[in-house]
């Protein structure tokens, strides 16, 4: 059954923030690989629709550095699979969010084990026939997929809604920042309205666009929708309207560029 572009790929945007980095301000080998990792999990989970353990890391190249300010992009998909184990290969790259200049950093092929494997004789899907199209994504938006641990949610195993808005604003901020490419600030939030909780467990799936542009503003659209990792459910969680403000170096408004003919 067909199914929405976004829907057929994983990715994933963030931004590197000094806690992140080391001395010379360029980000961890050992964040990067955990963002990896958990870009494979997803992956392994999506196509199979089963749990899955990392069993290995057959090798990982560090092509050149992430910088602080940095935004990431990261993508995976599935290389081969056997029966109860699958290669997935992942990409990370860089992008200065005020030139746009864009760069593969590291990518690593992951070996991804079924964890119900043996109380589960089934045989894993076969590879994908067809691949994404890992085209770098548009200027104006941004894609943040987060997993739910159990310290993201409240009582009831629900995520936090104060979490699930730092995630929406981040992703409004990345989507400005990218098609300004300048600093931005947030002016206010007109709307956030959240629909349905997201679960313990589940993926939260966020995607800002923007919609408009002011003179010094833009309008930011963001969705948020969970996915059940083991049914394929999704669910639309929550929408917002972020008004976002270009500023010059000095933390002054600036005129936002204009939105393209075509966009």
Not at 32 to 47: G, P
Request: charged content about 25%.
């Amino acid at each position: 059954m067909s199914q929405p572009a976004h829907l057929a790929e994983i990715r994933h945007t963030d931004l590197v923030f000094p806690d992140q980095t080391n001395h010379q301000g360029t980000y961890f080998g050992g964040a990067a690989m955990a963002e990896m990792d958990k870009i494979a999990f997803l992956v392994a989970a999506r196509h199979a629709r089963r749990p899955f353990v990392t069993a290995s890391c057959d090798r990982l190249d560090f092509e050149a550095p992430v910088y602080v300010g940095n935004l990431i992009e990261l993508t995976g998909q599935v290389r081969m699979v056997g029966r109860t184990s699958m290669v997935v290969d992942v990409e990370l790259s860089a992008e200065d969010l005020r030139t746009g200049e864009r760069r593969l950093c590291t990518r690593g092929a992951f070996t991804m084990v079924a964890g119900d494997r043996k109380t589960n004789p089934a045989r894993l899907p076969p590879s994908p026939d067809a691949l994404p199209d890992f085209a770098a994504s548009d200027a104006g938006f941004a894609r943040v997929l987060q997993l739910v641990f159990p310290g993201d949610t409240n009582h009831l195993g629900q995520l936090f809604g104060g979490n699930a808005m730092s995630l929406m604003g981040k992703a409004a901020y990345i989507a400005a920042a990218r098609h300004t490419r300048s600093d931005v600030g947030m002016a206010a939030s007109d709307k956030i309205d959240f629909i349905a909780p997201t679960k313990e467990g589940e993926l939260l799936d966020v995607i800002a666009q923007l919609s408009s542009v002011g003179r010094t503003s833009m309008q930011i659209a963001v969705r948020a929708e969970a996915e059940d990792l083991m049914s394929g459910e999704r669910r639309l969680v929550g929408e917002a309207t972020y008004v976002m403000v270009a500023l010059d170096e000095n933390g002054r408004p600036t005129p936002a560029r204009r939105l393209e003919p075509h966009s």
